[in-house]
């Protein structure tokens, strides 16, 4: 079974930066589609950044210009530079990725989610 583990999350203050890193384990093919989403209290999960295996990218409105998605297809990795970090940005981040694996063309797994923390 694939698996996916957060790591970067913590305290900064209002305008630094932090990198989020996730790294998938298990038998992998190819991951298709890799990001980052995030989640506040009573809030649906949204996306902050996305990018296909072919390098198509998409972003948050809120956070263009501000955060960069990068990925390491040969390590099954995907980091989330933070930068300008803003009070509003500090919920919980979660991995995702869609996966190739030897029994599925496509499946979806998930991070269990690391924390952000920006004080004012």
């Known amino acids: 079974q694939v698996q996916l583990v957060e790591s970067g999350g913590g305290l900064v203050q209002a305008g630094g930066s932090l990198r989020l890193s996730c790294a998938a384990s298990g038998v992998i093919y190819n991951i298709n589609y890799m990001g980052w989403y995030r989640q506040a209290p009573g809030r649906q999960r949204e996306l902050v950044a996305t990018?296909?295996?072919?390098?198509?990218?998409d972003y948050e409105d809120s956070v263009k210009g501000r955060f960069t998605i990068s990925r390491d297809n040969a390590k099954n990795t995907a980091d989330l530079q933070m930068n300008s970090l803003k009070p509003e940005d500090a919920v919980v981040y979660y991995c995702?990725?869609?996966?190739?694996?030897?029994?599925?063309?496509?499946?979806?797994?998930w991070g269990q989610g690391t924390q952000v923390t920006v004080s004012s």
């Open positions: 990018q296909t295996t072919g390098g198509s990218t």
């Open positions: 995702y990725e869609n996966v190739r694996t030897i029994g599925s063309m496509g499946t979806d797994y």
